[in-house]
C-alpha cells in the first residue's frame, strides 16, 4: 500500500497514478495541533488497515497532478539521520567509515517538506549547498534494544528522502535543519510491497543529470543494523524516520533547478529550488 498525505492533511491511498481519500476511515482529523494524524494511523494500522481498503474502493481517483503532495509525517518523534553510510561515499568525502564509528545524529523535525514544496535555500554568500539522495526507513511499532534479526520487524514502510546539506565546519544538525531541508515522499511505501531493503536502486537526477546511482547493498551498515544500533540508545515509535545515508554523487544544487530521486519499488518525486533570503551559518567559535 502506497500511503500519501495531502491538500491539507488529508490521507489517501495511491493507485494507478491517482490519490483515493481515505481520510475518513482513518479517523484523523486534519485541522489537529500538532499534526500528528500519520503517526496515529501507523500505531494503529493493523486495526484500520480493512477499513482503509474498504473506503479505497468507494472513493473517486483524483490524478496525482491534481493533488498537493504534503511530507507524509510532518510530527515525527524523531528524525533520525546516519552519516557517510555508502564506502564511495566515504571516500568521497574523505571520512572512512563514519557510520559505524560515529553512530548517528539528529535533524530538525521542521526541516520536512512534501514532493510538492520547493527547496528553499537560504542566502548563505560563499557556501555550498548539495543534493544528497537517502531511503528513508518509517518505523511501525515501538522498540528498545531490537535484535538486528528482529529488526525488519519493526518498520512500517520507506519512502524517498533528500537530505539538503549546507557544506561546512558546522555541526551536520545545524547545516542540515534549515526548513525544507528533507523532503520526504512522494507518499510511504508499506513494507510488504517493498520486500528485501538490501537491493534497493537509489538514483537522483538535477534537471536531466544523473548525479548518483546506487544500491543499498552499497551501506557500510544496513538496515537492520541502523535500526539496532539506534534503538540500543534510544526508544523508536511508531512514525520515527530514519534517513539511512547518502551514496557518491553529491553536488550543488542552485535555483531554478528540479532534484528528482528515484528509489525501485518505493517511489519517485521531482523537488523543484528556489532561492530564499536570510539564514545564518557562519564559522562557530571553537567551544573550550
Given at each position: 500500500?502506497?500511503?500519501?498525505?495531502?491538500?491539507?492533511?488529508?490521507?489517501?491511498?495511491?493507485?494507478?497514478?491517482?490519490?483515493?481519500?481515505?481520510?475518513?476511515?482513518?479517523?484523523?482529523?486534519?485541522?489537529?495541533?500538532?499534526?500528528?494524524?500519520?503517526?496515529?494511523?501507523?500505531?494503529?494500522?493493523?486495526?484500520?488497515?480493512?477499513?482503509?481498503?474498504?473506503?479505497?474502493?468507494?472513493?473517486?481517483?483524483?490524478?496525482?497532478?491534481?493533488?498537493?503532495?504534503?511530507?507524509?509525517?510532518?510530527?515525527p518523534n524523531k528524525l533520525v539521520a546516519i552519516p557517510v553510510n555508502y564506502h564511495a561515499h566515504a571516500i568521497e568525502m574523505s571520512s572512512p567509515a563514519i557510520?559505524?564509528?560515529?553512530?548517528?545524529?539528529?535533524?530538525?523535525?521542521?526541516?520536512?517538506?512534501?514532493?510538492?514544496?520547493?527547496?528553499?535555500?537560504?542566502?548563505?554568500?560563499?557556501?555550498?549547498?548539495?543534493?544528497?539522495?537517502?531511503?528513508?526507513?518509517?518505523?511501525?511499532?515501538?522498540?528498545r534494544n531490537v535484535r538486528r534479526e528482529d529488526a525488519l520487524d519493526y518498520i512500517f514502510g520507506y519512502a524517498c528522502l533528500l537530505d539538503i546539506t549546507v557544506?561546512?565546519?558546522?555541526?551536520?544538525?545545524?547545516?542540515?535543519?534549515?526548513?525544507?531541508?528533507?523532503?520526504?515522499?512522494?507518499?510511504?511505501?508499506?513494507?510488504?510491497?517493498?520486500?528485501?531493503?538490501?537491493?534497493?536502486?537509489?538514483?537522483?537526477?538535477?534537471?536531466?543529470?544523473?548525479?548518483?546511482?546506487?544500491?543499498?547493498?552499497?551501506?557500510?551498515?544496513?538496515?537492520?543494523?541502523?535500526?539496532?544500533?539506534?534503538?540500543?540508545?534510544?526508544?523508536?515509535?511508531?512514525?520515527?524516520?530514519?534517513?539511512?545515508?547518502?551514496?557518491?554523487?553529491?553536488?550543488?544544487?542552485?535555483?531554478?533547478?528540479?532534484?528528482?530521486?528515484?528509489?525501485?519499488?518505493?517511489?519517485?518525486?521531482?523537488?523543484?529550488?528556489?532561492?530564499?533570503?536570510?539564514?545564518?551559518?557562519?564559522?562557530?567559535?571553537?567551544?573550550?
Amino acid at each position: 500500500m502506497k500511503l500519501a498525505r495531502f491538500d491539507g492533511g488529508r490521507i489517501g491511498i495511491v493507485e494507478n497514478g491517482n490519490v483515493l481519500d481515505v481520510t475518513a476511515a482513518t479517523g484523523v482529523d486534519t485541522t489537529m495541533w500538532p499534526p500528528v494524524g500519520m503517526v496515529q494511523l501507523i500505531a494503529k494500522f493493523a486495526d484500520k488497515k480493512d477499513a482503509l481498503v474498504a473506503a479505497a474502493k468507494k472513493a473517486q481517483p483524483v490524478p496525482l497532478d491534481r493533488v498537493f503532495l504534503e511530507t507524509p509525517i510532518p510530527w515525527p518523534n524523531k528524525l533520525v539521520a546516519i552519516p557517510v553510510n555508502y564506502h564511495a561515499h566515504a571516500i568521497e568525502m574523505s571520512s572512512p567509515a563514519i557510520s559505524r564509528n560515529a553512530g548517528f545524529f539528529i535533524k530538525s523535525n521542521s526541516s520536512l517538506s512534501g514532493a510538492s514544496q520547493p527547496i528553499i535555500l537560504p542566502d548563505l554568500h560563499g557556501r555550498e549547498i548539495h543534493h544528497e539522495a537517502e531511503l528513508a526507513v518509517i518505523i511501525g511499532r515501538e522498540g528498545r534494544n531490537v535484535r538486528r534479526e528482529d529488526a525488519l520487524d519493526y518498520i512500517f514502510g520507506y519512502a524517498c528522502l533528500l537530505d539538503i546539506t549546507v557544506r561546512g565546519k558546522q555541526e551536520r544538525a545545524m547545516r542540515k535543519s534549515y526548513d525544507t531541508f528533507t523532503p520526504v515522499g512522494p507518499w510511504i511505501t508499506t513494507a510488504d510491497e517493498v520486500g528485501d531493503p538490501s537491493d534497493l536502486d537509489v538514483k537522483l537526477w538535477v534537471n536531466d543529470t544523473l548525479r548518483q546511482s546506487a544500491n543499498t547493498r552499497d551501506m557500510i551498515i544496513d538496515v537492520p543494523e541502523i535500526i539496532a544500533m539506534a534503538s540500543s540508545v534510544m526508544t523508536l515509535y511508531p512514525g520515527d524516520i530514519i534517513a539511512t545515508g547518502t551514496s557518491e554523487g553529491v553536488g550543488r544544487i542552485a535555483d531554478g533547478e528540479v532534484v528528482t530521486i528515484e528509489i525501485s519499488r518505493v517511489g519517485r518525486m521531482s523537488v523543484h529550488v528556489k532561492q530564499g533570503v536570510g539564514g545564518s551559518n557562519i564559522a562557530m567559535p571553537a567551544v573550550i
